[in-house]
């Protein structure tokens, strides 16, 4: 899918794509965090027929929404293309070591070679979380790597 990018001066960035059915639709990124879901007119692709004004917080529910299904589509691709690939669901124990600290003092990349591509909170999911991203008890880890590997991140975030 191609996705056009266009910049608005004074305002942000728009993206847009033709769906297969031929709908045009973009998102407008303001300077400000807003962000506009766009419906343009099937008739007159140069005019918007609808729009949907986002906050932060619902462009973030949005984006999880559309978001964590195709992590996990990918992920099973990428599994299905690469032999030896495995991706791990596996939770942050309570009295884990790193329940409440950075996913960096894990130092999993570093101590295992997998990575910790998502981590799934109350239903939410956070997409490649940075070093500065805090577990907590309960956090559902998303671990790609080898079978031995991923089975080394179960156990420092069980036993440190």
């Known amino acids: 899918m191609e996705v056009e990018q266009t910049a608005l001066p004074g305002i942000g960035l728009r993206h847009d794509f033709t769906t297969r059915k031929g709908q045009r639709v973009g998102v407008v990124s303001h300077?400000?965090?807003?962000?506009?879901?766009?419906?343009?007119d099937?008739?007159?692709?140069?005019?918007?027929c609808h729009v949907v004004k986002l906050n932060d917080e619902e462009a973030d529910a949005l984006a999880e929404l559309l978001g964590a299904p195709r992590i996990v589509q990918r992920l099973n691709q990428l599994h299905e293309q690469v032999e030896g690939l495995?991706?791990?669901?596996?939770?942050?124990?309570?009295?884990?070591?790193?329940?409440?600290?950075?996913?960096?003092?894990a130092r999993v990349r570093t101590r295992t070679?997998?990575?910790?591509?998502?981590?799934?909170?109350?239903?939410?999911?956070?997409?490649?979380?940075?070093?500065?991203?805090?577990?907590?008890?309960?956090?559902?880890v998303v671990v790609v790597g080898s079978e031995d590997t991923t089975?080394?991140?179960?156990?420092?975030?069980?036993?440190g």
Request: net charge negative.
């Open 113 to 140: 070679s997998a990575s910790i591509v998502a981590v799934v909170r109350s239903g939410r999911v956070f997409a490649s979380p940075g070093p500065d991203f805090v577990f907590a008890a309960g956090d559902v």
């Open 151 to 159: 089975a080394e991140v179960a156990g420092i975030l069980a036993d």
């Open 86 to 105: 495995v991706s791990v669901q596996m939770p942050v124990p309570d009295g884990s070591p790193y329940a409440g600290r950075p996913m960096g003092d």
């Open 31 to 40: 300077r400000t965090g807003r962000r506009d879901l766009v419906i343009y």
């Open 42 to 48: 099937a008739d007159d692709p140069d005019a918007v």
